[in-house]
T-cell receptor, first 112, second 112 residues
């Protein structure tokens, strides 16, 4: 069974619209990472969250981790074609494990 | 520039053959990882190594082998025992105590 569940699995939005991707775990997360991947390429680090209630932003992307540290969301404001790709969340299974598990990814398409 | 290099980018294997994927990093990172990515399944951990001359099995180690003779290098061998090796393979590294992961650009392996 998937340890991290991402939703939706696929998302098509009109350019300029806002969108949200979710990442959910049944267990407490010790370090939650968001990555972006272009098809056939490696993963690009976006943000890392560790504390319950933490929120980070970079340009038009905002990531949040809930107080229980079991759910994270990635929000993109005023989407652009450059935002298209696969977004993956990853998390440490236990404190200090340094062994990330990943969600199945969300494929984002931006229509002009 | 520091980074992590995977080679080759594309690899074709005949059934029954062993093939080795290269992963080299000049980031002075202690830990290195191999992940496999299949469509719709996110990334799954094959093997990881936190120090030289030591490595541990991940979630799907069967049919794979690794070595860590140098800090900079963590090659992955896909053996003939791996029944479904066609996939995208990603190598990553991290500095112990720092939970950021840097990924290579990947190797796409196809069985012909």
């Amino acid at each position: 069974s998937q340890e991290l569940e991402q939703s939706p699995q696929s998302l098509i939005v009109q350019e300029g619209k806002n969108l949200t991707i979710n990442c959910t775990s049944s267990k407490t997360l010790y370090g939650l990472y968001w990555y972006k991947q272009k098809y056939g390429e490696g993963l690009i680090f976006l943000m890392m969250l560790q504390k319950g209630g933490e929120e980070k932003s970079h340009e038009k992307i905002t990531a949040k981790l809930d107080e229980k540290k079991q759910q994270s969301s990635l929000h993109i404001t005023a989407s652009q074609p450059s935002h298209a790709g696969i977004y993956l969340c990853g998390a440490d299974k236990m404190w200090g494990a340094q062994k990330l598990v990943f969600g199945q990814g969300t494929r984002l398409t931006i229509n002009p | 520039d520091g980074g992590i290099t995977q080679s080759p980018k594309y690899l074709f294997r005949k059934e029954g053959q062993n093939v080795t994927l290269s992963c080299e990093q000049n980031l002075n990172h202690d830990a290195m990882y191999w992940y496999r990515q299949d469509p719709g399944q996110g990334l799954r951990l094959i093997y990881y190594s936190q120090i030289v001359n030591d490595f541990q099995k991940g979630d799907i180690a069967e049919g794979y082998s690794v070595s860590r003779e140098k800090k900079e290098s963590f090659p992955l061998t896909v053996t003939s025992a791996q029944k479904n090796p066609t996939a995208f393979y990603l190598c990553a590294s991290s500095l112990r105590g720092d939970y950021g992961y840097t990924f290579g650009s990947g190797t796409r392996l196809t069985v012909v």
